[in-house]
Structure formats: structure tokens, C-alpha cells
């Protein structure tokens, strides 16, 4: 029987908010557990954070600290992941080292803040050729993962158009000014990158369009819109693309939206059908065809040959761990499965045996990258008016 794999932390001090919904989700099977983290910038209150936790960790004053205390650990204690839930100017500099120490990195979005640091961690990690994760939580709900089957194996045709938001409501107002930790830095060019809204969620609704359609943005006529008097960067950020097979689509994100709380959803109108899914509805997709009835597919309740959905549904699809319909998966679950996934990487790699660290079980590094890249060309294009602009070229 494998121990349970060893994650430590950095960040999640002081009222955190994701570290939170991660921790819960490492814990989900039984074979992953939380046993240390860096949990602070300053490193007394780091080390009372740490002694503070619900369950016994090993506390560091710094994630410097946790990563080059590895080296004389005895292997059952030794960090198998380190999860990076920091600030987003605090991600290229510990993922960095955990890459140059061995150590696989499950990294928040947006990866960095920068595509120079995107760049220089894309080429780390293919240099060591180990397992990175980017944490975009909604690909791993279930209804996720069949949506990117349905419209990948052409089931609603040639892809047309797609809307891709996430719409939010809670920075309408000036939230920062009250020193609320998650408005400061998040409004902050400092500590959150070139653009805002588009940085923390837009980036979300970009990676939803490309994992369940499989297309890619070629070029983006964009606009950044700041609502809120005196907030430096955007809070409104409406993204018109051209995508890789010659369709549009709009990536949009608000934050400004009164009465939207994490609205992220997708449509996909395909030359044969439609596809809805919103993440606040996350048990079931629904799709539509011409001049039929409108077809519900909950989780756990998937017929394959059922007229739409061919027999062959790949098998792996079918039985990926889940409970039965009508006993809602949510956020947690999302999160459980994406590291589940990640999981099995860490452990394949140390065995020493081949993994497939590509991108169709949780978001990879190119993925990461990709995300950062939009936001370089949508800033890029927002100044120069709305200009359409190419994304830059893969690494
Ligand atoms: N995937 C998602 O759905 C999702 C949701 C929310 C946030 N996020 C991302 O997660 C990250 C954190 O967001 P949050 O809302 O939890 O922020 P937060 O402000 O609530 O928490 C950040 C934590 O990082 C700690 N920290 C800051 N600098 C540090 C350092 N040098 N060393 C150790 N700890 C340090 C803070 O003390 C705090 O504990 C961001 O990149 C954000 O974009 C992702």
C-alpha cells in the first residue's frame, strides 16, 4: 500500500481564502494529506499560522525555508507536491524553485504575472520534464469533462461561436479602500499583473472555451474597462477572438455585475446543436438541437447510445469516480478531481514511468501560459483601442 502522497503549502495564513477549498479537496480520498507550509510572508506570524492549524503540519517561516529543507528529510516525510496559493506575484518564484528542487507544483492561476516568468517556467518544467498543474478549478467538474467529449467529437458540428464568461459582482464598489486582503491585491498592478478582471477571472473563461472545444485563440480585439473610480486596473474586460478554425467568440469577465457571484458558464452553438453549462449549475449540461426537445444530461445519469451520445463513450469518461445523481458534486468535488489527476502524475513520475501531464485532466503548464499570453495580447490590444492583435507565439 503507497503512503499517502505529502503536499505543502504556500500560502493560506490569515483568513486565506483558496488554500482553504484545496486543503479540503487534497484530503478528499484518503491518499493525499496537507503535512507542511509556508504559510506567510512574515515568518513569525508563518510559524504561528502553521501552529494554529485544524491538524498537525510542520510550519516554515518561509517557502525558501520549506522547499530547501527537503534535501535532508527522510523519504516518508519528504514534499511529493507543493501547492502554490499565494498572490499572483507569488507564484513564479516558488514554483521556480520547487522545479529546480525535483518537487511538482500545483500552482494557482493566473500562472504568473508576466509572460517573461510564464516563459522561464515553461522551459523549467520541459527541461525536467516534471508534473505542473495550474489550478483552473471548473474543468474538473464531471459536466465539464463530457462537454469537452460532446463538442470534441463533433456531436454539435463545426464549431461557430462561443461565449465564455464569468461574471461577478462583488468589486462594483470601491472593496480595496476597506483593506479587504483579496480587493487589495487583486486591484493592484503590483501583486495581481497587467490586467485585473481579465488576470483573475477571465483567464478562467479563456480556459473553459479552449478545454472543452479544443480551439485556440488566434487574435483578440479587446477592451479593459475600469467602472470603479480611482481602481488602477480593470474591472470590466470584454474580449472579441478570432479562434484557430476560423470562428469567433467572446471571452468576457465583470466584476462589476450586482447580483452575479461566480456566474462562469460557456455556450457553444455548433452547425448541429448548442451546448449550455454554468458553474453555479454544475451537475448538468444541457443541449439543444433544431427542432427537438431540449436534452438534460446530469451527472451520474449518462446513457451512451441514447440517440445523442454514441455507444462509444470513452470508457475512461464513464468511470471516472463519482457519486450517484441527485447528490450534488460541487466546487470541493472539482477541486478533488483535479488533484486526484495530478495524483497519479506525481506518482508516475516517481517511479520513474511515463506520464501525460497534457492537459486533459487538469490544466498544464502550457496551459498556464496560454493564459497569461491572452492576457499580454488583450492589454496590448486594449490600449491601441480594441486593435486586433495576434496572441504570441507558442513557446
Ligand atoms: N482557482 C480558483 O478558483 C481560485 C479562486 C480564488 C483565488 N484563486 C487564486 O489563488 C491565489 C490566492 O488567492 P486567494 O483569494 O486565496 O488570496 P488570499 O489573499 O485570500 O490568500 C493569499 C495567501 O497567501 C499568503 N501569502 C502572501 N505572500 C506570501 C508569501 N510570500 N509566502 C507565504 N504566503 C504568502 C497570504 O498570507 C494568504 O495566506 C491567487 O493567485 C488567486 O488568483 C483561484
Redesign the pocket.
Known sequence: MPRPLNVGL??????????Q?HQKAIHFDGTRRVVAG????DSK??LE?AAKWPYPITGYG??DEMIGAQKTLPEDQKLDYIL?????H??FD?AMKAIKAGIPVFC???LTVNLKEANALVRAVRARNIPFGV????LGHWTSRLSRYIVRAGLLGEVRWVDSYYLQGWLATKVEATGA??AV??TNPKTAGGSGCG??IGT?ALMQLRYVTGLEVAQVSAQLETFVEGRLLDDHFTIYCKLSNGSKALVRATQIAIGHKNDLGIEINGTKGTLRWRQEDPECLTIHLSNQPDRVYWRGAVTPGDGFLPKDVPASLMAEPTIPSGHPEA?HDA?ARLHRCFEEDVRKYQAGAAFKCDGAKYANIEDGWTGIAFIDACVKSSKKKGAWTTMPKPI
Do not use: C, M
Open positions: 504556500v500560502g493560506g495564513g490569515r483568513g486565506a481564502f483558496i488554500a477549498p509556508a504559510l506567510f510572508p506570524i508563518a499560522e518561509s517557502y502554490i496559493v499565494t498572490p499572483n507569488v507564484h516558488p494557482e492561476k493566473p489550478a483552473h478549478t471548473y486582503q483579496g491585491w487583486r488576470g483573475d478562467h466546487f477541486f
